[in-house]
């Protein structure tokens, strides 16, 4: 059975920091290109991070770069997320999401989705 499982989130203070897991079941990652997305509560999903499977480049979000870093460990079948100085906009469910053909944050990217983990930032 293919599935991705998020994991990691929790409520946060402002400034602090949290590390949210993906991990992949049924299917190897390597191939695939993964991504991190979230939605906040009334508003559109929105990409947040990305990596590609060919060259392990990474993508983000202007409002995450610099505070986000995304990074995979195929051995694990894992991919996850390591957040720095959160916000409280950064307060959203976040999924991860594979997909094998499309670029990173192109449209309809996303084989895979996880059932997402909620992150909030508030204190």
């Known amino acids: 059975q293919v599935q991705l499982v998020e994991s990691g989130g929790g409520l946060v203070q402002p400034g602090g920091s949290l590390r949210l897991s993906c991990a992949a079941s049924?299917?190897?990652?390597?191939?695939?290109?993964i991504g991190w997305f979230r939605q906040a509560p009334g508003k559109e999903r929105e990409g947040v991070s990305c990596?590609?499977?060919?060259?392990?480049?990474?993508y983000y979000a202007d409002s995450v770069l610099g505070r986000f870093t995304i990074s995979r460990d195929n051995a694990k079948n894992m991919v996850y997320l390591q957040m720095n100085s959160l916000k409280s906009e950064d307060t959203a469910v976040y999924f991860c999401?594979?997909?094998?053909?499309?670029?990173?944050?192109?449209?309809?990217?996303?084989?895979?989705w996880g059932q997402g983990t909620q992150v909030t930032v508030s204190g």
């Open positions: 999401a594979t997909d094998m053909g499309r670029y990173c944050f192109a449209p309809g990217f996303g084989d895979y």
């Open positions: 049924g299917f190897t990652l390597d191939h695939y290109n």
């Open positions: 990596i590609s499977h060919s060259d392990g480049r990474t």
